[in-house]
Antibody, heavy 115, light 107 residues
């Protein structure tokens, strides 16, 4: 069974940093592109970042480029999102998702940016 | 960026109704489209990939069609568990983009 489990969310002050993790199991993690997608409270889905299976290609939404860094460790079956210079507009549930045409989602982790 | 426009943004329907949701891309995306279902407080669930292929384990009452710029998701006979918000997503090119969602409510 495919499982994606996010962790690392929480309350952070504006300007602060947070590192999200996603632990994958039930499939060959190193064979798939991976993504972070977020959803602000009461809003729709917003793509944040993607990384190819070998980390050779990385993409970011304009809204996070220069502040967020996606990475992965295929040996540990893990995906990461380092988030710096957080603003209130980054408040959202962050989902880890498999494949460019998303096939599986994690349960999400809530990031709240507030003073 | 490719804009994805869903319509309607919401609809009211009865159990047993046939429901159709449309998604239009601002430029051609081939068949690089997926559909998701999301219930309140839950993660999205993938229903359809490559515009018309059913994800494993998804009941056959869900179907997708279209290519290029115009796509549809059809629920053949709406059941209580189908009341949710539905989203489309294109994966033809980056940035990946989503439709604004269609909320299916009980009439």
């Amino acid at each position: 069974e495919v499982q994606l489990v996010e962790s690392g969310g929480g309350l952070v002050k504006p300007g602060g940093s947070l590192r999200l993790s996603c632990a994958a199991s039930g499939f060959t993690f190193g064979g798939y592109n991976m993504n972070w997608v977020r959803q602000a409270p009461g809003k729709g889905l917003e793509w944040v970042s993607s990384i190819s299976s070998s980390s050779s290609s990385i993409y970011y939404a304009d809204s996070v480029r220069g502040r967020f860094t996606i990475s992965r460790d295929n040996a540990k079956n893990s995906l990461y999102l380092q988030m710096n210079s957080l603003g209130v507009e980054d408040t959202a549930v962050y989902y880890c998702a498999r494949e460019t045409g998303i096939s599986y989602w994690g349960q999400g982790t809530l990031v709240t940016v507030s003073s | 960026d490719i804009q994805m426009t869903q319509s309607p943004s919401s609809l009211s329907a009865s159990v047993g109704d046939r429901v159709t949701i449309t998604c239009r891309a601002s430029q051609g995306i081939g068949n690089h489209l997926v559909w998701f279902q999301q219930k309140p407080g839950k993660a999205p669930k993938s229903l359809i990939y490559a515009a018309s292929s059913l994800q494993s384990g998804v009941p056959s009452k869900f179907s997708g069609s279209g290519s290029g710029t115009d796509f549809t998701l059809t629920i053949s006979s709406l059941q209580p568990e189908d009341f949710a918000t539905y989203y489309c997503q294109q994966y033809s090119r980056y940035p990946l983009t989503f439709g604004g969602g269609t909320k299916v409510e009980i009439k």
